[in-house]
């Protein structure tokens, strides 16, 4: 998506051997210790809260706010498990009760990015390569044709996006606005999550039916760990668009992404059909299921694809000035 834009491939060996926990931290050190790192990072792991300590998490909350401070920008996949978490990771099962958050997804530092299914214009294929293997598999088409829709098994995704409320950090002042809103409209039994806590994901993109080349076959791929990098190429350009104006990059992307959306809320495209109750069809056969609740998507913010898909048509349209996500672009 980020055209001509250089792209780093970030490896980061370690984490705890006997738990299989990603290594988070140390990334971010070895990313804070760069003298010059990549303006744009897209982070396609995540594990469940609570496989963290609290000490740890702040320790990389605070080094997250400095890259921001930097002018760099980081966004990470919601999870491909609803509201069940990270129910892939070291074969933990499902959890329907209460809800399970990932982090780093539910940091207050990053910009997280689920995932939504637009089926309508590749629906004509009937089968296409499947990634990793040597056989063919249909797309996945809702059987109504309504539009951009929340990424569900329940609606013919592999995977079901990740979303909800921290359980560890606190409701951020940029969402104060939104979140309110979607409480004052939402179902959900208040005792499966923290209604006071920050709400995930802000962003969502195309996580199903999406077609990369690969040795020479259309591949079919999909997953936030898809919606994540389509966002970063996005913010790419839009950084490369500042830059050539004499602007700094866009760094910690939330709250000027939240007031932009206030003014301009042309600026994404709302997400309100489906809801983020169901499971992910790649776990272990006997340990996919879905949660009897889950959040759905609704007019404005909601917790299944937070303000909606980027309208990247729209946004260098929006009015020059203070506090626009496109200040001086247009």
Wanted: contains cysteine; glycine residues 10%.
């Amino acid at each position: 998506m980020g055209n001509n834009v250089p792209v780093t491939y970030w490896a980061t060996p370690g984490g705890d051997p006997a738990t299989a926990h990603e290594p988070f931290l140390e990334w971010i050190l070895e990313l804070a210790n760069s003298t010059d790192p990549p303006l744009v990072h897209s982070l396609s792991y995540g594990e469940n809260e609570e496989d963290y300590s609290a000490a740890y998490q702040r320790r990389a909350n605070l080094e997250l706010a400095k890259l921001g401070l930097r002018g760099v920008t980081v966004l990470a996949a919601s999870g491909d498990t609803g509201v069940q978490g990270a129910a892939q990771a070291g074969g933990q099962p499902p959890r329907c009760a209460p809800f399970a958050a990932v982090w780093p997804a539910s940091s207050p530092y990053v910009t997280a990015v689920g995932a939504t299914m637009v089926s309508w214009e590749v629906c004509n294929i009937d089968r296409i390569y499947a990634m990793g293997s040597n056989s063919s598999m249909p797309f996945a088409c809702p059987e109504t044709n309504v539009g951009e829709i929340v990424c569900s098994t329940q609606t013919g995704s592999m995977i079901t996006s990740g979303g909800g409320f921290s359980q560890r950090f606190a409701r951020p002042d940029y969402q104060a606005e939104v979140i309110e809103e979607y409480l004052s409209q939402v179902k959900v039994n208040r005792s499966l999550f923290n209604a006071t806590g920050r709400g995930y994901p802000d962003l969502s993109a195309t996580g199903a039916n999406v077609p990369i080349i690969f040795e020479n076959r259309l591949t079919m791929v999909g997953g936030t760990s898809a919606s994540s990098p389509i966002v970063a190429g996005l913010v790419a350009l839009l950084n490369g668009e500042r830059l050539a104006s004499g602007l700094p990059p866009l760094g910690f992307l939330n709250p000027l992404l939240y007031s932009s959306y206030q003014r301009w809320p042309d600026i994404v495209q709302d997400v309100r059909v489906g809801n983020i109750s169901g499971s992910n069809l790649l776990l272990p056969s006997g340990s996919i299921r879905d949660c009897a609740e889950g959040f759905e998507a609704l007019p404005g913010w909601d917790a299944a694809t937070g303000l909606g898909s980027p309208n990247f048509k729209e946004m260098p349209r929006a009015p020059s000035g203070e506090g626009s996500l496109n200040a001086s672009l247009t």
